[in-house]
């Protein structure tokens, strides 16, 4: 089969590999019928995430059709179209028991295009088939499900759900990247008084404006403090997200945040961040981290099969599978292309 594989120093390619199988009795392995491609990966790529060996097929997050099962699996079939998560779950123990699934200690956790061989493939060996998968209603497309694998999770469950948003709150947005903008799709969801995004790229904020922001600041030529002030008789957001990764919008989000707010971080972090307790101890503030969890996933598809939510819009490329190592090129390139998640499918069409 074919697939893509990291060859260290920021070298990938389209090859031949031997083809996925069942090892474990609770593996599947799903043919990809559509993928995508995170921005972890271009972190990956540049060196930033030294658990991923050379040889690696990278990829966590998959559209597909189950066409084998180990004897362990119960729940899922041979034919089955699923979700791949980019988190996958032993679901024995103790953090898979309280819905922690990215601490899983049974072997479980980020493993899919990290420690195991991942979906930017022909076929994936998926472990834990039985809850590291979920079923898709028919009438969902693959475009409006592949970002059910990790972005809208991921911003509803470490920004929405973390930060406590609650019906007619102000919240910032700090980044309006796929993350950024999956979070204000997730946080229309709680009926917030005003989503306020904040980026430096005019075109992502239109997007943002496009799918449910309130208000945008590019913080590259306006002040978001002022804005954010003028909302909320100058004490600030109810709840701040982080959605980029640096120290500087870190300190963004802690800033934009009320007295007694809360502040959820989700971008991964490559550099150390300094806490300025100093000024905060005083504040009453709630800061929170997290890898997501993936706990949401059923809840989510169901508000996406009833129309509740619409992701397709943040789908703005398709490739082929075959033109992956292309649609890595638009994909990293963001600025120029315009990119914010490229759907690449098997057989060139979408369903
Ligand atoms: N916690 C998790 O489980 C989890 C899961 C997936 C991704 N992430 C992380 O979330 C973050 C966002 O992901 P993404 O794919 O949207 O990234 P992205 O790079 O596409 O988007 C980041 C956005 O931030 C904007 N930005 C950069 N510097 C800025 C500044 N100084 N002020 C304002 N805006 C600025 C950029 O213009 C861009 O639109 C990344 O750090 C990613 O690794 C976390
Ligand atoms: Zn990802
Ligand atoms: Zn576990």
């Known amino acids: 089969m074919k697939a893509l594989v990291y060859h260290g120093n920021g070298e990938k390619s389209w090859d031949d590999v031997p083809d996925a199988t069942i090892v474990h009795p609770t593996d599947a392995v799903v043919r990809v019928d559509a993928v995508t491609i995170c921005g972890t990966d271009l972190h990956i790529l540049k060196g930033d995430v030294a658990t991923v060996s050379p040889g690696r097929v990278l990829g966590h997050e998959a559209v597909g059709t189950v066409v084998e099962i180990g004897p362990g699996v119960q729940r899922v079939a041979v034919g089955d179209r699923v979700l791949v998560s980019c988190i996958s779950s032993c679901g024995v123990c103790r953090y898979c028991r309280e819905g922690s699934y990215s601490q899983c200690l049974g072997g479980g956790?980020?493993?899919?295009?990290?420690?195991?061989?991942?979906?930017?493939?022909?076929?994936?060996?998926?472990?834990f088939a039985d809850n590291s998968t979920h079923p898709i209603p028919d009438q969902v497309g693959d475009d409006q499900m592949i970002l059910l694998a990790d972005i809208l999770p991921t911003a509803y469950e470490v920004g929405v759900l973390n930060g406590k948003l609650r019906p007619a709150d102000v919240v910032a947005i700090v980044g309006a990247g796929p993350i950024g903008l999956a979070a204000v799709l997730a946080a229309k969801l709680l009926s917030p008084?005003?989503?306020?995004?904040?980026?430096?790229?005019?075109?992502?904020?239109?997007?943002?404006?496009?799918?449910?922001?309130?208000?945008?600041?590019?913080?590259?030529?306006?002040?978001?403090?002022?804005?954010?002030?003028s909302l909320t008789d100058g004490v600030g957001a109810d709840v701040t997200m982080e959605a980029v990764g640096i120290p500087a919008t870190f300190d963004l989000a802690v800033s934009l945040?009320?007295?007694?707010?809360?502040?959820?971080?989700?971008?991964?972090?490559?550099?150390?961040?300094?806490?300025?307790?100093?000024?905060?101890w005083i504040k009453n503030l709630t800061l929170?981290?997290?890898?997501?969890?993936?706990?949401?996933?059923?809840?989510?598809?169901?508000?996406?099969?009833?129309?509740?939510?619409?992701?397709?819009s943040l789908v703005t490329h398709r490739f082929a599978l075959s033109d992956i190592e292309q649609a890595y090129d638009v994909f990293s390139d963001a600025a120029s292309s315009g990119a914010l998640k490229v759907l690449l499918s098997n057989d060139a069409g979408v369903r």
């Open 288 to 312: 929170t981290t997290g890898l997501v969890d993936t706990r949401s996933t059923p809840t989510l598809i169901k508000l996406v099969a009833s129309q509740q939510i619409d992701t397709s």
């Open 109 to 127: 956790g980020w493993i899919l295009g990290h420690r195991i061989d991942g979906t930017q493939a022909e076929y994936v060996r998926v472990p």
């Open 193 to 229: 008084s005003h989503i306020v995004v904040i980026d430096r790229v005019d075109a992502r904020l239109d997007i943002a404006r496009k799918i449910g922001a309130d208000i945008t600041v590019n913080n590259a030529d306006q002040d978001p403090a002022e804005v954010i002030a």
């Open 257 to 280: 945040a009320r007295p007694g707010g809360h502040i959820a971080n989700i971008g991964v972090h490559g550099e150390p961040v300094t806490l300025h307790l100093e000024d905060l």
